[in-house]
């Protein structure tokens, strides 16, 4: 009986040290998927005359690798696999081709993750943590860069660069699924919209487009418009939020409310309900944003995924992600009468608030 216990206690200890490993060992995740952008192999893979590239095709069209560190790349190869980019074909020249996951790492695919991907690991936020809850400061970046993230981005032009364009990367892809059949009735009876802090104007562009009767404007600060120009149903109109936001049908918030915490949320939501008609007059404020599942959903990457993001708005932004009664609270302070979720837009969700 007793070796049985040491031996399960050994087995137990073995799983967790292996685990432990892969804790320790995970921060190399990230500058391999980084070496990868940077030598361009998820773009050589896509250019590629065939499906399956062979190792040696891949290492010849490598730009500026030393010829006497060509042997690593398999081995970088062999990570970038692991991590889901791309797929192994030993009995094809040990060859590799893109996956799903990979694609979003192409600079030429038009939802491609590659700005915001640059955006997050350029400013390691996470390395401040532990500084930021031994202080009185609101957030790790405040920490660790002296100032919040909206003064850091209005005051520094390359970073507020590098944010618009992580925004418009993630915008481009909501907005195939928006204009998509599954979300397109959203957009149905609606005569005018305003995309409140809407940036570059990528996902009102795709609106306009796709429903050439709908009048489009794009809220945002005066640095993110610039001297941005419309087109014959889109406008682009430089304000804040918290003062005025133009008048319409439907106001859109593309993940604009998990920047914020609850006080500032309400002071927005009441700034929406002040420009739209009321519900019997197809008034409604659409809303795509993250609804936190429970830990007992199915989808347990999905809900790591949401508890990680959880992490790093509060730690960015001072705000959080909120769940479907956290939501409710939200647009009853602000004087709603309603709301439904419409559809999963997998991490995120697409809900209509309505006064």
Known sequence: MANKKNNMYANELIEAEALSWDYI?????????????????????????????????????????????????????????????????????????????GRLFVESDPSNKRSIFTFLIQFEIVDSMSDWLRNDLPTAFETAHGKSIWDYCSGESEYSGVFNDAM?????????????????????????????????????????????SLKCTVLDLPHAIGDRKGT????????????KIPHANAILLKWILHDWNDEDCVKILKKCKESIPSK?????????????????????????????????????????ERSNKEWEKLFLDAGFSGYKIITSLGLRSLMEVYP
């Open 25 to 101: 060992l995970t921060y190399l995740r990230p500058p391999c998927i980084r070496c990868a952008i940077q030598l361009g192999i998820p773009d050589i893979l896509h250019k590629s005359a065939h499906p399956i590239m062979s190792l040696s095709d891949l290492i010849a069209a490598l730009p500026n690798v030393n010829p006497s560190k060509t042997t690593f790349i398999p081995i970088l190869m062999r990570v970038l696999v692991d991590l889901g980019l791309f797929n192994y074909h030993p009995q094809q020249g040990d060859g590799y081709s893109l996956t799903s996951v």
């Open 168 to 212: 418009a990367s993630d915008s481009k892809l909501i907005s195939n699924l928006l204009i998509s059949d599954c979300c397109s009735g959203v957009f149905e009876g609606l005569t005018s919209l305003v995309d409140v802090g809407g940036g570059t104007g990528t996902v009102a562009m795709a609106i306009a487009g796709a429903f050439p």
């Open 280 to 320: 019997e007059n197809g008034g409604k404020v659409i809303i795509i944003d993250i609804v936190m599942e429970d830990n007992c959903s199915n989808n347990e990457q999905l809900v790591q995924s949401q508890h990680l993001m959880d992490l790093l708005v509060r730690i960015t932004y001072d705000s959080k």
């Open 232 to 243: 014959q149903n889109l406008e682009f109109v430089a304000g804040n939020m918290f003062d």
